[in-house]
């Protein structure tokens, strides 16, 4: 998942060499030679599903990342929960972690008029805003 401004572009991406399988980074890089902030990248404790930019902010869906023996596909399919994940897009840090009804569907999230949508895999349609909106 990529997303991005004119001066640069965040994401998330599977790790594969040297880190366990199901292991997952958020990243930036520049697109340009602005002097804007500098690339860097972190570590997820995280399943990354959806994630959009806002302002200062990334916003990141995410489900667990353990996999259960004797349900595997249960992350996957969305039936272990999960969260919406607010980051510094300057810098990656989380900012605060809101628990959801359930997992939100792939890239299923939107943004508009101060307001997070979220679809998640229990069929329903969240909507967040701040408490002054």
């Known amino acids: 998942m990529l997303v991005h401004d004119q001066h640069s572009v965040w994401g998330v991406m599977r790790n594969r060499r040297g ?21 860097w990248s972190r570590e997820l404790p995280v399943r990354p599903r959806a994630m959009l930019k806002s302002g200062k902010l990334l916003l990141l869906g995410v489900t667990p990342i353990d996999i259960p023996a004797d349900d595997p596909h249960a992350a996957y399919d969305g039936r272990m929960g999960g969260s919406l994940w607010v980051c510094a897009a300057s810098d990656g840090t989380k900012l605060a972690e809101y628990a959801l009804p359930a997992a939100v569907n792939w890239d299923g999230m939107a943004a508009a008029d101060r307001r997070l949508y979220v679809s998640t895999a229990n069929g329903r349609l969240v909507c967040m805003a701040p408490s002054d909106h």
């Open 19 to 39: 880190n366990p399988v199901g292991s997952y980074s958020l990243f930036r890089k520049k697109l340009d030679a602005s002097g804007l902030g500098q690339p």
